[in-house]
């Protein structure tokens, strides 16, 4: 496999996937963010998720309860500097892409792609929390 060297290459990349591979390295994207102190619902629903035998009842399930912390956590960006909070919103947005369903998919969706956004602007609230000039992307 070639190196990827920048996000034309990744999104290119990660064009020519199938859905379910497209999917489950959504959710590598997602869990690949160490929040210091994350719902247990999103654990669980990250814990489901990368499990290989869950079936598409449990995949709705999860994506409910990650679209749903993503939404409540949103309201939180921008306005205060609670970057763990912030980081919390986008990791459930970056689940919530990567486990929406095929039927709410519009045509050519990405949604490894949508989740890696949201997973790296994750690391950059993590980076404000620790004040940190290394660039994890």
Known sequence: MPKITNDQELKSAL????????????LLFANNIHLPEARSELAGVLELALESDYDEAQCAIAYRTAKSIATSTYTACGH?????????????????????????????ANPAWKAAIQSRMANNCLMMTEQSATIQN
């Not at 064009?15 to 959504?26: E, H, M």
């Not at 919390?88 to 689940?95: L, Q, R």
């Open 15 to 26: 064009d020519k996937l199938p859905d379910t591979a497209q999917r489950a390295i959504g």
């Open 80 to 108: 205060d500097t609670d970057w763990e909070a912030q980081a919390e919103h986008f990791v459930a947005a970056a689940c919530s892409a990567a486990l929406t369903p095929r039927n709410l998919l519009p045509p050519r």
